[in-house]
């Protein structure tokens, strides 16, 4: 049986020490993150609240964006300077997070500059239709359509599907679908604190010690609002229930010991591991939801680079072993 590679690191930086203490002291006594009356204030408070990580990973990379269209899916591409023409140098489809509601390729630069740069080749995020005026499966259905397109373009074998939170519930659910129908399947997947399971159970959830996600914010209103009429324990809406056959890409899970989604990444591993998926799992001590966000804090930055480092193997050197 494939063993789940897991990785544990224990010097916690003064930064994320500082992060953690500050959000922590601050947290309110009742989170209202669920009430979807106001989505679109959310929606604005989401993407200033990322201005600032956006803006300085634009700087850092000296990244550009264009606009395109791919399968009739309006999308971003992230370039930076070591992006050239070569398409042997791969292609991500990158999926934002944002509990479905929330987010945009915008927002998520901290995280897609980093990758083209490091890989040296287009990171593409497509604009998937949000929650609640679209529900399931309004968001698989425009990934999808992004992937056929790119898979067209690059060939699979140079082509990675990454996403966090959200977004890497649909990183999952578009390799699923894809494999279903008969489309071939990427060389490797990355999913950053996947929420694979929208019933949101387990111990992480009991412990609420993440300081930028509580439990209330992702039960019941949100969940249920991307759902829609469907279950959620169908497995394209939560893909932790799905059936993983051998043949599935080789998988890196992240998460941290706060991160509230923990639970789901352990259990999402060991999914994948009895169904003999090469999945490496990283954790991250202290760590919070999607920390990557935060790059001023250094267990971010070096988690990307290794976020990187898996990609590379497995498009630009196939062959080695992950």
């Known amino acids: 049986m494939t063993r789940a590679d897991a990785t544990f690191r224990v010097v916690v930086s003064a930064e994320a020490r500082r992060f953690i203490k500050e959000r922590m002291d601050g947290r309110d006594p009742v989170d209202d993150s669920a009430r979807l009356e106001d989505v679109e204030v959310l929606r604005n408070t989401n993407r200033e609240d990322c201005r600032a990580g956006v803006e300085a990973a634009v700087a850092e990379f000296s990244a550009y964006l264009d ?3 791919w399968g009739d899916v309006r999308c971003l591409e ?4 070591s992006v050239g023409s070569d398409t042997n140098r791969g292609a991500v489809l990158y999926l934002f997070g ?7 390729p915008w927002e998520d630069i ?11 080749g287009p990171v593409v995020s497509p604009f998937y239709p949000l929650a609640p005026e679209h529900p399931f499966p309004a968001a698989l259905d425009a990934s999808v ?8 373009r690059h060939g699979t074998s140079r082509l990675a599907v990454v996403g966090e939170s959200a977004g890497g519930n649909l990183a999952l659910a578009t390799v699923l679908r894809a494999r279903d129908e008969g489309i071939e399947m990427p060389a490797a997947v990355v999913a ?24 209330e914010g992702v039960r019941n209103a949100i969940s249920s609002a991307y759902a829609g009429s469907t279950g959620l324990n169908h497995p394209l809406v939560s893909p932790l229930r799905a059936d993983y056959t051998p043949g599935f890409p080789a998988t890196m899970l992240t998460t941290g010991t706060r ?22 799992l990283r954790v991250w001590d202290e760590m919070w939801h999607v920390f990557e966000y935060y790059r001023e804090v250094p267990e971010a930055r070096e988690s990307m680079e290794e976020v ?6 497995s498009i630009l050197s196939p062959t080695v072993a992950t």
Do not use: C, E, N
Not at 110 to 120: E, F, N, Q, R, V
Not at 308 to 313: C, E, G, K, N, T
């Open 308 to 313: 990187v480092a898996f990609l590379s193997s």
């Open 110 to 120: 901290s995280k897609t500059a980093p990758i083209a740069d490091g890989l040296g």
């Open 78 to 81: 992230t370039r930076t300077p």
């Open 259 to 280: 991160d509230l989604f923990r639970s789901l990444q352990v259990r999402l591993a060991l999914q994948l591991q009895a169904a003999r998926v090469p999945v490496v």
């Open 192 to 215: 950053l604190s996947p929420w694979s399971d929208l019933r949101s159970v387990g111990h992480s959830f009991d412990i609420d010690a993440d300081p930028t996600l509580r439990r």
């Open 145 to 152: 359509a992004v992937y056929r397109a790119m898979a067209r």
């Open 67 to 69: 606009d395109a269209v």
């Open 98 to 104: 944002g509990g479905f509601i929330v987010g945009g």
